[in-house]
């Protein structure tokens, strides 16, 4: 449809060299991420659903949680967190960078009782999207806290059997039913994924490290059956932990008062020569 045509009037265009990059600054959605003629990022086309688009920021949680409960406060916190329906104010913005950030707010308060600052840079490279993520505790007591990125990756459903991953040794495309019966599972995350996409080229996921320390441990696979009206995508989910993970001290991140805690994720991709 023309109206989800690239760019929208809400996007913000990031460029370096033949790559582009989109931004929905209000929603911190990272709407687009093109180098050459692929479109590494998935783009609703047909619905408009802009829950079914680019990578999404889940935050201050991932995953699930047992009956929707945040223990630790005993809030209700629905599955990926608020952050991606809150309106985010820009910081910073040139030609290849922009930089986001939304800060707890009555209604973030009620959900998650913390004051905090969560700041988005979004950095477009020659081939490269780089995503730092800061999490600042403004509290006086220390803020649990386990997001994740949600990308959406553009395949067809006819070439999902026919990508290759580097790294993810449990996922084996082949032996998907991707049609009736698509992944929808943790595996561990070793910092880097490789996948050869049949016909565009390699798209590598990877975190990197800061302070020597890494922050995303879990990689979430999911896709949806083609009776969705959006299918035509494979999520690969870098996240700090699995399901009720922000219940599980041992599995989140812990970020002391007044402290601070950044993680980076990187895209990179690599057209196929034609």
């Known amino acids: 449809m023309t109206f989800t045509q690239f760019p929208m009037e809400r996007e913000v265009v990031l460029s370096a060299g033949d ?6 600054p209000d929603i911190c959605l990272v709407s687009h991420f093109q180098v050459g003629d692929w479109q590494v990022l998935y783009r609703a086309s047909e619905t408009g659903n802009i829950k079914r688009w680019g990578m999404p920021l889940m ?3 991932f995953s699930r949680l047992k009956q929707g409960i945040f223990q630790e406060k005993g809030t ?12 985010w104010e820009v910081l910073q913005q040139d ?3 922009i930089t986001i950030q939304l800060t707890n707010n009555e209604q973030t308060y009620a959900q998650y009782p913390y004051k905090f600052a969560f700041t988005s ?6 081939g490269t999207l780089t995503y730092t993520l800061t999490m600042e505790n403004r509290s006086d007591e220390v803020m649990p806290i386990a997001p994740g990125f949600h990308p959406y990756f553009s395949v067809a459903q006819k070439d999902k059997a026919d990508i290759t991953i580097d790294g993810l040794p449990r996922i084996d495309p082949q032996a998907i039913q991707w049609a009736t019966q698509p992944p929808d599972q943790p595996n561990p995350f070793p910092h880097s994924v490789t996948v050869h996409m049949p016909h565009e080229g390699d798209l590598t996921i990877a975190e990197q490290p800061v302070d020597e320390r890494y922050s995303l441990s879990t990689m979430q696979v999911w896709s949806e059956p083609s009776t969705a009206p959006d299918h ?4 690969f989910e870098p996240v700090v932990t699995s399901e009720d993970g922000l ?8 970020i002391a008062p007044r402290g601070s805690h950044r993680l980076i994720l990187q895209l990179s991709a690599r057209p196929y020569q034609s």
């Open 19 to 24: 790559t582009k990059v989109g931004v929905m």
């Open 59 to 61: 935050i201050p949680n």
């Open 76 to 87: 209700m916190l629905p599955i990926h967190g608020f952050g991606r329906t809150m309106p």
């Open 95 to 97: 030609a290849a960078s």
């Open 121 to 126: 840079q979004i950095v477009a490279g020659e």
């Open 232 to 235: 035509d995508f494979i999520c």
């Open 247 to 254: 219940n599980r001290p041992a599995d989140r991140l812990n």
